[in-house]
């Protein structure tokens, strides 16, 4: 059994996260940008982040890269039992995305007083942006 090629799990880190990062700022301006602003007006959003050290924006960006990096390692790891290859990177996606966006979303669409479509949203962000990223780092992994 090969080690992990640590520069290819790097490497899949690096571009998922890219791939990541698209996606959340197309989902976050493109397509719930207007209802951003109408749940500022109705007081249902604050207007500003309340922690802005590193700007709001840096941060989730950051995350995202980390979340990048946790599933590219998973992709390496688990190669060894689901074997490689797009099918494994997808499964393992669609499985980190699940647990990382499903949880909070279903807090927030039944306790927040935001149109259901935000959290939706949301929700999407993450979990279509795990499935990108595990898959671009699949594609990129190759054994040491």
Known sequence: MAGIN???VHLGTMAGGLVWS?????????????LYQQAQ????????PRYTVGGFLGLWFL???IL??????????VRATWGPGPGTALKLGFVGGFVAAFPLSWTIVN??????????????D??????????????????A
């Open 68 to 77: 990048a990096s946790i599933l590219s390692w998973l992709y390496a790891s």
């Open 6 to 8: 640590w520069r290819r």
């Open 126 to 143: 993450i979990w279509v942006g795990a499935v990108l990223a595990t898959f671009v780092a699949g594609w990129l992994y190759k054994e």
């Open 111 to 124: 306790w927040l007083p935001l149109e259901r479509i935000v959290a939706l949203w949301w929700t999407l």
């Open 22 to 34: 698209v996606w959340s700022l197309l989902v976050n301006s493109v397509f719930i940008g207007d």
């Open 41 to 48: 007006q109705a007081g249902h959003l604050l207007a500003q």
């Open 63 to 65: 995350t995202l890269f």
